[in-house]
């Protein structure tokens, strides 16, 4: 059994979604203020000085702030219909960590901190990283308070509604200033740790990734009494998009496109939308074949909603380039752990939006299934404590020597 595994049970109930099964945890809403109230009663029982900062991340200091703190966490929201694994088994791995070291009597001997990063997936506001993406400066404050979620809430109403101030979002130099390094435990996304048969490992690169949303404009009118020749039906567009994503992609080695979300509106049987909103998710190597990739992509949707009397406009709505973690940290970290394998994902991480920043390395737990972003992930119990193990040797290692 592993000790992350009652703290994973105490919020099994918390966002568990039972249409689309999974959880649907998203950023300020009222789930995912339920799951920082438990983790801020969690980190205290711990003696852990709990704050939130200017951006809505919760930081749980062991020792007071920073500077040069060793910091380790992950995010507590998903995506529509996630697993249990992706974000909380961080944060639980890390609050599990600082139970092993406080067992052994260990003080450490430069602060250190949980930290639970905001809305990570975009579940509801669309930019992935929000949290971190703000607190480095790599979002723009007003492009974000503006921000909108499906029902037309702007993420300054949320953060005003969770009692938080959005006039203070933004890039947070003194927050930053305390991280010495970081380390973000994450369960694997793919079978990379299942193929080598190691329960643990650590994070080597991330794909470039991005997401555009793509609004076709067509006329609404009535499915039965339009004649096909008089039509300007944008979901034809947005269909040959879904294609196109595949087929071009495919192309490209480790490249992948995905339409995950496409809303029709009005969204009625017997109507012709008068627009399609399709959300595009393209992932590469580089920022070379990720750019080549979507502009192939957009040149067909273009070509596409004007065949059929549509229009499409077009807005990039978050994009990172390749990470490549610290490779004298990965190394350390590594061999800290008796050699543990180096593997690179295709997922995105707020240590990847950190890794610009401070030295970040990641550790990636063992995922039977393979699977993510559905409710099949899974990590086992050994696995999960293999990892909690690591994590508080790591962080014990690393609170003893500079980073
Ligand atoms: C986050 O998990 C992403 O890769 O989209
Ligand atoms: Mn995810
Ligand atoms: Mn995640």
Known sequence: MSRAIPLLEAIADVGADPVRGGY?????DRVELELREWFTAEAETRGLDVHTDRNGNLWAWWGAPGPNAVVTGSHLDSVPGGGAFDGPLGVVSALAAVD???????????????VVFAEEEGGRFGVPCLGSRLLTGTL?????????????????EAMSTAGLDPAWVGRDDEALSRIGCFVELHVEQGRGLVDVDAPVGVADSVLAHGRWRLTFHGEGNHAGATPLTDRADPMLPAASVVLAARRIAGAVPEARATVGRVVPLPGGTNVIPSTVDLWLDARASDDGDTRAVVDEILAEAEETAKAEGCTVTVREESY???????????DELSGVLGGVPALPTGAGHDAGILAGRVPTAMLFVRNPTGISHAPAEHA??????????????????????PC
Do not use: I, K, M, Y
């Not at 649907?24 to 300020?28: A, K, V």
């Not at 086992?380 to 020597?401: F, I, K, N, Q």
């Open 24 to 28: 649907s945890r998203h950023g300020f």
């Open 100 to 114: 092993v070291l406080r067992a052994r009597g260990f003080r450490p001997a430069r602060p250190l901190a949980v």
């Open 140 to 156: 723009d404050a007003d492009h974000a308070r503006a921000l909108r979620d499906p029902d037309g809430v702007t993420l300054a």
């Open 320 to 330: 990172g380039g390749t990470v490549t973690f610290d490779v004298g940290l990965r």
């Open 380 to 401: 086992e119990p050994e696995d999960c404590e293999t990892g909690v193990v690591a994590l508080a040797r790591v962080l014990a290692h690393l609170t003893e020597t």
